[in-house]
Structure formats: structure tokens, C-alpha cells
């Protein structure tokens, strides 16, 4: 009885780069050395691929910002960049780039301003803080502003209102201008400089007593501070005519564009 047998096409493959025909044939072995080669090769490459997820998920839940060259002892946590615009020259001041940090010789989270000169990061202003509690989350965020440059600090605390620090650019400096407890930065009267509503007054983190009785404070930019404008009798009257009375008639004894603020009387 005649048995057929049936060959597979590896098989065929197989005994095509036979150790005879490689023998007989010197391209044979060529041949199935580069294919032996290209195989490990791909499966190298598909190795290395199936890991790439796994990695790039593990770099993308990191708590915190790689230094990218900062000049700064610490971890960064926030990195805002401002264009500031200096009045006194014709000319756009110098790009800023704003960092918040932990600093590792101190244990304070600090904001150092740098400005650019000379390709190099110039610390400009330095700004630190202390955390009152271990897990005390403070944020940085651009202060939304057209005419008035600077940085937002919030900082959380577990049995009052979040703080808020406001650094802005101002005569050519940066420095504190407002800080406050439970705050609404809104544009009341569409100027482009925002006004602070706060529970507490400028300058105290701790909500005033008469809050409550009152209403919240409005504070209002004349040109170097944000100053007292008026008080709030409930939340739905911040849009109503007499708080943007209130404002404009501060935001008028504003100095002109390129000339410095009165020098106040003593």
C-alpha cells in the first residue's frame, strides 16, 4: 500500500536551506544566516516595545517636575513663564520664568523669579514659605491679567478658607501685593485687571469678624495696591452698580501709562 506523505511548507522551507544544498551552495548559508539575524533582531525590537507602555505610564504619575538645567536646589513643582511689560522703556521687558520648588537645604517650599540674561537664568525675586501642616498643597498659577504680570500662590488649610498671595510686576519689581483668606480674583468692572474679593482684609490670613454681618471686602488696583473699594452686603450684588461705582472710581486716580504713581503725602 502507497502512503503519502504530506509535507508542511516549513518543512519545505526547511530543506530548502538543507545543511547538503548549504554545503553546495556557499549563498545558502549566507541566506539563512540574515534571516536568522532579522528574526532576533524583531523580536528584540517587540520586546522592547511591549515594556515602552509600562515605562512611560510609570514617568507619567511622578509627583514632580525634572530640574530641565534650573538653577535651584529642589524639586520644582510649578513653572510659569511671564512677559512683563516695563513702562519705562519703549521696549517689552525680558521674559520671566516663575518656579515653585521644594528646597532641599531649608525643607520650605520657595518662588524664585529668574530673568533671562545672557542665555543665562538670573534669580530675580525670591519668595519663601514654610508648610504649616505635612500635606499642605500649594499651587502657582499666572495672574490673569492684561496690564499686570505676576503669579497666584494658593495654599490650602484644613479648618479656614484658602489662602491666596498675589505677586505682581510693578515699577520694575516683583513683590507682594495682595494676600488674603478665602478669595474670588473677577474682573467686576472689565478693565482687565481683576479685583480681589475676599472674606478677610489684605494683608491677614484670617477671616475678619464683621464678615459675616458686612460682606466680603472688595479690593480694587490703583496703579501700585490693591486698596479697599468697598464691602459686598451678599454675593449676588458683586456685579450690581454700586460696587463697580465703587471700582471705577479707583481704577480713575490711576497714573497714566509710562508715568510713576504720586509720591504719597506724608
Aim: net charge neutral.
Amino acid at each position: 500500500m502507497l502512503r503519502l506523505r504530506r509535507e508542511s511548507p516549513m518543512s519545505n522551507w526547511f530543506n530548502w536551506f538543507s545543511v547538503k544544498d548549504a554545503q553546495s551552495k556557499p549563498m545558502g548559508r549566507v541566506c539563512l544566516l540574515v534571516a536568522l539575524v532579522g528574526l532576533a533582531v524583531w523580536a528584540f525590537d517587540a520586546k522592547e516595545e511591549s515594556n515602552q507602555p509600562q515605562r512611560w505610564s510609570y514617568e507619567s504619575e511622578r509627583s514632580h517636575l525634572p530640574r530641565i538645567g534650573l538653577p535651584i536646589e529642589g524639586t520644582p513643582r510649578y513653572i510659569v513663564s511671564l512677559h512683563p511689560n516695563d513702562e519705562t522703556h519703549w521696549y517689552p521687558g525680558s521674559p520671566k520664568l516663575a518656579v515653585l520648588y521644594e528646597d532641599k537645604s531649608t525643607s520650605k517650599v520657595k518662588l524664585v523669579i529668574f530673568q533671562a540674561w545672557d542665555d543665562k537664568l538670573v534669580p530675580q525675586f525670591s519668595y519663601e514659605m514654610k508648610r504649616r501642616f505635612p500635606h499642605e498643597f500649594i499651587e502657582l498659577e499666572p495672574f490673569h491679567s492684561y496690564f499686570l504680570s505676576g503669579v497666584v500662590i494658593w495654599r490650602s488649610d484644613p479648618e479656614r478658607h484658602i489662602r491666596c498671595e498675589v505677586i505682581c510686576y510693578v515699577n520694575g519689581k516683583f513683590r507682594v501685593v495682595f494676600q488674603g483668606v478665602g478669595v474670588d480674583i473677577i474682573d467686576l468692572d472689565s478693565d482687565a485687571i481683576p479685583e480681589m474679593v475676599s472674606v478677610g482684609r489684605n494683608g491677614s490670613f484670617e477671616p475678619d469678624s464683621t464678615t459675616n454681618t458686612e460682606g466680603a471686602f472688595v479690593y480694587a488696583w490703583d496703579g501700585s495696591e490693591f486698596v479697599l473699594a468697598t464691602r459686598l452686603k451678599n454675593w449676588a450684588e458683586r456685579y450690581s452698580k454700586r460696587i463697580i461705582d465703587a471700582v471705577s472710581e479707583i481704577r480713575n486716580k490711576r497714573p497714566i501709562p509710562g508715568q510713576k504713581p504720586p509720591t504719597p503725602r506724608k
